[in-house]
């Protein structure tokens, strides 16, 4: 169950200029009911910015993940409104574990340093320091921040791949769909018509026994997320997530 918190990080896309954002979505995966929440949050003041995503389960979740909490958070700098990570921190908690990743970006050194940590009963015993394959700039929150930047509207329907770090499971690699004209449909059967921009986020790692996760994205005339969906997964049918606040 715990996989749907990755769900959360796709929602935290926002096509707005603003100073502080507050949003919040519920999970839920087929017959199971609900699963989840998860809330977002970007504040800016200056040419700093802070994006944090809050998720825990709820329910039977609670229950079958030992109640599961994972919590995302960037921090960096913004230059000709876009943002640019210097620090990435990833905190998940379950039962009496609890596992801690901290990426930090050395924009002089182009590289990116690693730590891992794992705790048990509060007590550390793991400590791994590394660096990664690959230099970016992004991170998986600010990646889906910048979009408006990285994706406006006059971009062409079709497949784009992007580099994130916090996605290293897939070498860093994050791929977007627009979809055609005679594609539309397909969302709108699934997320609803409206006013909304549709496209499609690609997640290469194993979600309810699927390699390769496809979520379809609606995102509404504020710039916010509406609804997400991945599509008929193994045993419960689909995982949705859709904006309460």
Known sequence: MKKYLLVGLFLSISWLDARVLDVKYKVKFGILG???VSQAHLETNGNRYKISIDAKAT??????SKNRKEMHLSEGFIRNGRYYTQRYTIEVEYGEKKREKIYTVDYRKKT???ISK???KGKLTSNVESTLDFFGTDDLLTLYFNLPTLLDEKSKPGLYVFRAIGAEQQDGKVEIRLPKPEQ????????GKGA????TAIIYQKIFSSNKGELMIAIGKDGITQKAV???LVLFGDLT????K
């Open 34 to 36: 609900e699963l989840g």
């Open 59 to 64: 329910g039977i979740a609670k229950t079958l």
């Open 112 to 114: 990116v340093s690693k």
């Open 118 to 120: 794992k705790y048990r």
């Open 184 to 191: 539309v449909k397909k969302y709108t059967d699934t997320l």
């Open 196 to 199: 909304y921009r549709y496209l």
């Open 230 to 232: 991945l599509k008929d």
């Open 241 to 244: 997530a859709e904006r309460i």
